[in-house]
């Protein structure tokens, strides 16, 4: 006896919640816009109004003026997107290495990527610092990027994915076909894991993009990343909260874009991999 799925409807107290939480997430995105068209003077007020003004496209311009935001924007896509490209690629190949390859050590090393996440960045920046001083990287992209090409949570996540997604009678069958690990990466694993592939692209191109910490420290006014180039806007003895807005709005809007684009492929991802389950 066959069983027809059964479409499940929210009530109304599910749709009030959604609506809610929708609203509390989008706040800060709106108040942004609103911020980033007023005057300071109104940002300055006991109640100040909650609809856009029209000082968007002035306040815009002084971000221009102010620093090189073009450049930024540009630089701070080299960076984001080297990361990512890196960091996917390197996360997948090790995960699927832990996940499903038999080695020496193998436990053990797992054992110290995890470990490793528990170390706060900030500890391993004087030696990074002087290394990249020795190499003569300082105020160079290369100085960001390479240290981002490997995170150990992304390898743990991808080494999680692939070990419940991943079947080993696929791999045995490639194996006995005569097909290399090359092979069984390319065209058994990456298929597998895209949807974990971009879920971890997305979070590590929003956490690359947002990153201020190592940038201000390993770049310049010269060779800005986005993050440092705000660092410059609404300077003075008061500062200009409704040009910094801008310049945050202006540096948001490429991260909103990325996900509009990956967004419904990652929600469709995760969709046919849990219907698979």
Known sequence: MSSSPVARHGGRLTYAVLVVAVLVSAFPLYWTLVAASRSNADMARPVPSLLPGPRLAANLQAVLDEADIGKALLNSLIVSSAITVGTVLCSTLAGFAFAKLRFRGRGALLGAVVA?????????????????????WVNELQAVVLPGLVSAFGVFFMRQFLAQSLPDELIEAARVDGASYARIFWSIVVPVARPAMAVLGLLTF??????????????????????????????????????????????????????GLLGRQIVGGIMQGAVKG
């Open 116 to 136: 490793s996440m528990m170390i706060p960045p900030q500890l391993g920046v004087i030696p990074l610092f002087m290394l990249i001083v020795k190499l003569h």
């Open 206 to 259: 929003m956490t690359a993009w947002n990153d201020f910490f190592w940038p201000v420290v390993a770049l310049s006014s010269q060779e800005p990343t986005v993050q440092v180039a705000l660092r410059q806007l609404g300077g003075g003895y008061v500062h200009d909260q409704s040009v910094i807005m801008a310049g945050t709005l202006l540096g948001t809007l490429p991260v909103l874009l990325v996900f």
